[in-house]
């Protein structure tokens, strides 16, 4: 199975700073078509979770662009630019480049 | 507006079994795979199963494999999970998302189901 492995386990961010999260695999997520199965979501508290990132650096509908991705390969980073008070949670990244598809174990946003 | 709700979970003994549901609107639900996918209260989350988009492909985490049964009613728009031989382990809330093929990522889910496994 792929691992993938998050750093830091916690994030304390004062209001307006930035925040960067990075996201370490096992083994290289990228495709035979070329494309990269890397993927960000945030939970936030008591919500299920919701796509931010699509492979690696795209935002998904309605994610403000304070959020980016960044990576290639086997490395990867989500960056908040400037956080605000809605963007605390948890976030995952996760590959679906095989199955079984999996999570890195979170990051808490605070 | 595209909708996933679950309904099904509850409490049951270690060994018994349970149906999860997941009800859908607002998308071609039999133009879908569809996932489920647990998280522990508290914990990650863990990928569960897959379907296809017309039911005949399953793919299973190695946890659940021979316990669980995913299936799918396109009439209905409605997902399944057949859990079996649960045990304490298997207590999470359970989401299910759609996967979207075009970005090959689980992009909407629902709200989720408690199932708690205790005796």
């Known amino acids: 199975d792929i691992v993938l492995t998050q750093t830091p386990p916690s994030l304390s961010v004062t209001r307006g700073q930035p925040a960067s999260i990075s996201c370490k695999s096992s083994q290289s997520l990228v495709h035979s078509d070329r494309r990269t199965y890397l993927y960000w979501f945030l939970q936030k508290p008591g919500q299920s979770p919701q796509l931010l990132m699509y492979e690696v650096s795209y935002r998904f509908t309605g994610v403000p662009d304070r959020f980016s991705g960044s990576g290639s390969g086997t490395d990867f980073t989500l960056m908040i630019s400037r956080v605000e008070a809605e963007d605390v949670g948890i976030y995952y990244c996760?590959?679906?480049?095989?199955?079984?598809?999996?999570f890195g174990q979170g990051t808490k946003l605070e | 507006e595209v909708q996933l709700v679950e309904s099904g979970g509850g409490l049951v003994q270690p060994g018994g079994s349970l149906r999860l549901s997941c009800t859908t609107s607002?998308?071609?639900?039999?133009?879908?795979?569809m996932n489920w996918v647990r998280q522990v209260p508290g914990k990650g989350l863990v990928w569960v199963s897959r379907i296809n988009s017309n039911g005949d492909r399953e793919d299973y985490a190695d946890s659940v494999k021979g316990r669980f049964t995913i299936s799918r009613d396109n009439t209905q728009n409605t997902l399944y999970l057949q859990m079996s031989s649960l045990r304490v382990e298997d207590t999470a809330v359970y989401y299910c998302a759609r996967f979207n093929w075009g970005f090959q990522v689980p992009d909407i889910w629902g709200q989720g189901t408690l199932v708690t496994v205790s005796s």
């Open positions: 607002g998308f071609i639900f039999g133009n879908y795979w």
């Open positions: 996760m590959q679906t480049l095989q199955t079984p598809h999996t």
